[in-house]
């Protein structure tokens, strides 16, 4: 056997990981800040020395990348297995240090006792100090081996981190932020839904209680997987922490036979030194050179108008066409036509499953609509919801049997739905060949809105075995076989706005409903949630109706289409309410959007910290010669004048000219600053640190500035 390395050390530009191959099985000794030639393996390894304390071990079991039971670890097990022998107590020992590259590095540890093989994968991205990491178990006993819990990589983390922040929510009101201090015991979000979910999104960030969003230590972890998952963030006893993350299985769901494996999805990890709008950055930089396609990245976003909130379910083609042509003339650039088009879907109560055209609807098809929208300079866009069925349908009357259940128990009802057991391979060939059929019909469909409007209630396939695991994969390969066949048409994940997006699902599509709300005040926070760890240009963003349908809250059109603004853009509504006013705000602001898109989609997001009176944020190009910068009012503040807004982003010593570019009729009770400022130049030093003192306005007010270095 090839002599093992004492340690492994992956640079990025931001931050170094050094795994140390001393113990009998690796372990994270450092990650953080980028170490310079000075600091050395040794001297950390020596600084983190610890002793034996009273009545406890002497020599503590490590926090390896998966942490052991049967190695003496009484913290969570990265590995939870049985092979009804003695499995369960698995160890292993370090065998194999493979490095692929600069990069990339494989650790394979081999449990000869029990048979079983343990390989973790690390790949430190060199631009975006993004840590991919994932865990594979092999099975390389005769026995069956039951696998209850496969988490990826553990993560340590340093004893300065003492703030838990989470993602959680519900429909239409996702990505909220809770933040909790760090406790002895563990921090534990399970999701069992079946789908990413709404409520709980499999991410968390851990930080000091120094850091903001523009200086500090701080820590994202993010599991790119679309099924149920478990986070989990302990504070051991003797003062150790570390975050786990990891698929959450259901009893009896995985079984591996002789030589098979299981991989868990991959873990997202990046560090920042400099606060969470740098993390967010290193994250949006990922995701922008890693996970999105080429051809959808190197093309500009399309302004989207969707029927959805405009018609529900009353298709018309007369209406759809002048539709086109009004939102056409607004400078929208694709047409989606969402929920309604197919076999006898009035409603959400039935026809779910037969993904045909309504020929009572659509007597000569979607030929002439599809024709009538692209004679208007748009694209055309087509809902599916392909994994659900209505009991009222063709499919399900003929196929009662292709719907997960769990045999004695009564389905709950669901919005009138049922899951389609994807673990099947009949329902995977017969949903490839209906949407395929329409793809080929219909060659001019650009995109597809996949949605998926239920939890997993009762997830058991054909064979009465738990089908989450599969059904995930499953949704994948049958998304990825469309886009192989069908490789210019776009897939945007919806489940209901924001229940599944995460790094898996994006890794097979091009855009994410970021939340089935369109109500500017909600959006504002939803969408910042979001930012964390996702970029603009995947998160759909609409300008929806002037009394939102979900909250009723009565929103003016400059603040509706000023939170759009920094998204992939789009409309949502009926447009023959819009008053000539708000045609003529609309088309100046999809022409603004345009303009500055590729800004928007590209550069550096920074966030101002949170405070109670308004939601304020810039994206600067990285070279920091442009930037855009948001001012969004959403309560009165408690003085006569509201604090100064500091353009934080900017370089010192770069001079920029100053320009408000919306709304572009701005009524102001009296003078204020932007008469002063407005085309003048100033440097980036006294935008940043003094500041510009903002006018008093009404709650509901929208501001967003222009810089350009002179």
């Not at 109500?519 to 910042?528: C, E, K, N, T």
């Not at 930012?531 to 995947?538: D, G, I, K, Q, T």
């Not at 009723?552 to 006013?581: N, Q």
């Given at each position: 056997m090839s002599q093992l390395p004492s340690f492994v050390q992956l640079n990025s530009r931001k931050a170094s990981l050094i795994v140390d191959c001393l113990t009998k099985t690796p372990s994270i000794l450092y990650w953080g800040k980028v170490l310079s030639v000075a600091s050395s393996v040794e001297m950390i390894r020596h600084l983190s020395t610890r002793q034996e304390v009273k009545c406890a071990v002497v020599v503590e079991a490590p926090i390896s990348l998966s942490p052991l039971n049967g190695q003496g670890f009484t913290g969570a097990p990265g590995i939870e297995i049985n092979n009804h022998d003695n499995a369960w107590s698995l160890g292993g020992e370090l065998t194999k240090v493979n490095q692929c590259n600069e990069q990339t590095v494989e650790f394979v540890s081999v449990d000869q006792i029990r048979k079983i093989e343990v390989v973790h994968t690390l790949h430190l991205d060199k631009q975006s100090s993004v840590l991919t990491a994932s865990t594979r178990i092999v099975n390389l006993a005769v026995k069956p081996l039951d696998v209850h819990w496969c988490a990826a990589p553990t993560i340590p983390v340093p004893d300065s981190i003492n703030k838990i922040l989470s993602f959680e929510g519900r429909w239409s009101n996702e990505f909220l932020r809770n933040e909790v201090d760090l406790f002895m015991g563990s921090f534990l979000r399970e999701n069992r839904k079946g789908k990413t979910s709404h409520d709980n999104f499999p991410g968390v960030v851990l930080h000091d209680d120094k850091t903001d969003e523009h200086s500090g230590n701080c820590y994202g972890f993010h599991l790119g997987w679309s099924g149920n998952h478990r986070t989990r963030v302990e504070h051991l006893p003797e003062g150790r922490n570390?975050?786990?993350?990891?698929?959450?299985?259901?009893?009896?769901?995985?079984?591996?036979?002789?030589?098979?494996?299981?991989?868990?999805?991959?873990?997202?990890?990046?560090?920042?030194?400099?606060?969470?709008?740098?993390?967010?950055?290193?994250?949006?930089?990922?995701?922008?050179?890693?996970?999105?396609r080429p051809e959808v990245k190197n093309k500009p976003r399309p302004i989207h108008f969707n029927t959805w909130e405009g018609l529900y379910f009353d298709h018309d083609m007369d209406t759809l066409k002048s539709l086109a042509q009004q939102v056409s003339q607004l400078g929208v650039e694709r047409f989606v036509l969402d929920d309604g088009w197919f076999n006898g879907r009035r409603g959400d109560a039935a026809g779910l499953g037969d993904w045909y055209v309504d020929k009572d609807i659509y007597p000569d098809g979607l030929g002439p609509l599809i024709d009538h929208v692209n004679d208007q300079g748009l694209e055309f866009g087509l809902w599916f919801e392909p994994e659900m069925v209505n009991p009222d349908s063709d499919l399900y009357r003929k196929h009662p049997e292709w719907a997960l259940a769990t045999e004695g128990n009564e389905q709950l009802e669901f919005r009138n739905q049922l899951v389609l057991d994807l673990t099947n391979s009949a329902v995977i060939d017969y949903l490839f060949k209906v949407i395929d059929d329409i793809l080929i019909e219909y060659p001019k469909i650009m995109y597809i809105k996949w949605d998926n409007n239920r939890d997993y209630n009762h997830p058991g396939n054909l064979l009465g075995r738990p089908a989450i695991h599969q059904q995930t994969l499953a949704f994948y390969k049958l998304v990825e076989s469309l886009k192989a066949k069908h490789p210019h048409v776009e897939i945007e994940s919806?489940?209901?706005?924001?229940?599944?997006?995460?790094?898996?699902?994006?890794?097979?599509?091009?855009?994410?409903?970021?939340?089935?709300?369109?109500?500017?005040?909600?959006?504002?926070?939803?969408?910042?949630?979001?930012?964390?760890?996702?970029?603009?240009?995947?998160?759909?963003?609409?300008?929806?109706?002037?009394?939102?349908?979900?909250?009723?809250?009565?929103?003016?059109?400059?603040?509706?289409?000023?939170?759009?603004?920094?998204?992939?853009?789009?409309?949502?509504?009926?447009?023959?309410?819009?008053?000539?006013?708000?045609?003529?705000?609309?088309?100046?602001?999809?022409?603004?959007?345009k303009k500055h898109r590729q800004l928007i989609h590209s550069g550096d997001l920074v966030r101002m910290n949170e405070n109670k009176f308004s939601v304020d944020f810039g994206i600067v190009k990285q070279d920091k010669s442009h930037a855009l910068f948001a001012y969004n009012s959403v309560n009165e503040v408690k003085r006569t004048n509201p604090d100064k807004y500091r353009f934080i982003g900017l370089d010192d010593d770069k001079s920029y000219q100053l320009n408000l570019i919306w709304p572009t009729d701005l009524k102001e009770f009296s003078p204020s600053v932007l008469a002063k400022v407005e085309g003048q130049t100033f440097s980036g030093e006294v935008l940043k640190q003094f500041g510009m003192q903002l006018p008093a306005f009404f709650p509901q007010t929208s501001l967003i500035f222009e810089l350009k270095q002179v």
């Open positions: 570390y975050a786990q993350l990891g698929e959450l299985l259901m009893p009896g769901e995985l079984t591996l036979g002789h030589g098979e494996s299981y991989q868990s999805p991959n873990l997202y990890v990046s560090f920042s030194d400099s606060g969470l709008s740098e993390l967010s950055q290193n994250f949006h930089q990922f995701v922008r050179s890693n996970l999105l919806c489940a209901s706005g924001g229940g599944r997006v995460d790094y898996g699902v994006l890794s097979h599509t091009d855009r994410v409903w970021t939340s089935d709300s369109n109500d500017a005040l909600d959006r504002l926070s939803i969408q910042r949630g979001c930012s964390f760890f996702f970029p603009a240009e995947v998160m759909g963003a609409h300008v929806g109706p002037r009394d939102c349908h979900i909250t009723g809250r009565h929103i003016s059109i400059e603040m509706r289409a000023a939170v759009s603004f920094f998204g992939h853009m789009g409309i949502e509504m009926d447009p023959r309410e819009l008053t000539d006013h708000e045609i003529t705000a609309l088309s100046e602001i999809i022409s603004l959007h």
